[in-house]
């Protein structure tokens, strides 16, 4: 039997120089796309947003996402009859989970096996993060 207690991940703010490594670590060669349709999503799912600098978090295990600038953010999705206000650290895991579904259903579709091996390892390692936020429950409404 296993009893032994696993202790949870951390999560790194990252600033710097190490920050220009951090979007192709994330994204892999489809970086440049990737970030931008983080902006797009943005623009498309919390009120307000108009841009702003955002701050990359690299998970302890692998992975990561972008957060938006500090604050509470209105989250909303007609789609899915979603709607939230969250902390900018939970918008920024929503939006980039958002992005890397999306991502890894196109590289599917366009026989990209690494690019989609990559995005659909990146949304676990991400999903593994959400499950002890502390805002798990909004965090997964938004993505239901």
Not at 17 to 28: E, T
Not at 90 to 108: C, E, F, K, P, Q
Not at 109 to 131: G, I, K, N, S
Request: with cysteine.
């Amino acid at each position: 039997m296993n009893t032994a207690l696993h202790a949870p991940q951390t999560a790194r703010y990252l600033d710097g120089f190490v920050k220009l490594r951090f979007l192709p670590s994330l994204f892999g060669d489809d970086f440049m796309r990737a970030e931008n349709n983080v902006y797009l999503y943005a623009a498309r799912y919390l009120t307000d947003y108009n841009g702003g600098e955002w701050t990359f978090i690299h998970l302890e295990e692998g992975g990561g996402y972008m957060a938006p600038p500090e604050g509470t953010w209105r989250f909303e999705n007609a789609e899915n009859w979603s709607v939230a206000e969250v902390s900018a650290d939970a918008a920024g895991i929503i939006i980039t989970a958002l992005v890397l579904n999306h991502r890894s259903w196109m590289y599917d579709r366009h026989d990209e096996e690494e690019l989609c091996a990559l995005y659909c390892r990146r949304h676990r390692q991400l999903m593994t993060w959400a499950e002890i936020h502390p805002e798990a429950p909004a965090i997964f409404r938004a993505l239901d």
